[in-house]
């Protein structure tokens, strides 16, 4: 699959790139998608979520009245869980949500991702892409070029950039990362993927 080359005002060049069929070009798997994300959010929860069960509540264990003749429902601990101020009833515990998933259903995930936003027109190739100082303006200026100011985009670099990444952190909508740490909820959240050329090949080999 042969694609053109755009430079940073978003201008195409004269440049072009053959993209691995195996992984821009394939029938997208959506249970794979499915399990990989689920992954992704489920090992992002913190599981620190906890509330007190009648047994860690303060309080008397005194009877509170007697068990026949007042003509209501019997009623033991004023900790129970069905009056006000008691425990709750199968509260939430602290728990780990982590779960494993094979690298070969992970990798078939991504791609998958990837053979979306190209069935979708969403993947860009820049020929490159580098800023010379770590301000917010100087990304701001290449988003319009590339007429995506008002997107949510996904840069996956080559290698990690600190001027990049610090023009981004003031941008809700842009998120960047190299290729050592993309994942398919991110490449799926993106309305469009922004590939530089030199993170191509790297991509082709972890995925392949």
Known sequence: MKVKLVDISGKATAKSLNLSDEIFGIEPNNHAIYLDVKQHLANRRQ?????????????????????????????????????????????PRPRNYHFKLNVKLKRLARRSAFAYKVQQDGLIILDSFNLEEAKTKNLVSVLQGLKLENEKVLFILASPSDNIYLASRNLGKVKVVS?????????????????VKDAVEKIENILN
């Open 47 to 91: 599981g620190t979520h906890k509330s007190k069960e009648r047994n860690e509540i303060s309080g008397s264990t005194k009877k509170l009245k007697k068990q026949k003749g007042t003509g209501g429902a019997r009623a033991g601990s004023a900790k129970s869980g069905t009056r006000v101020g008691g425990g709750r009833i199968f509260g």
């Open 179 to 195: 290729v050592e740490s993309f994942n398919t909820y991110d490449i799926l959240n993106a309305k469009k993927v922004v590939l």
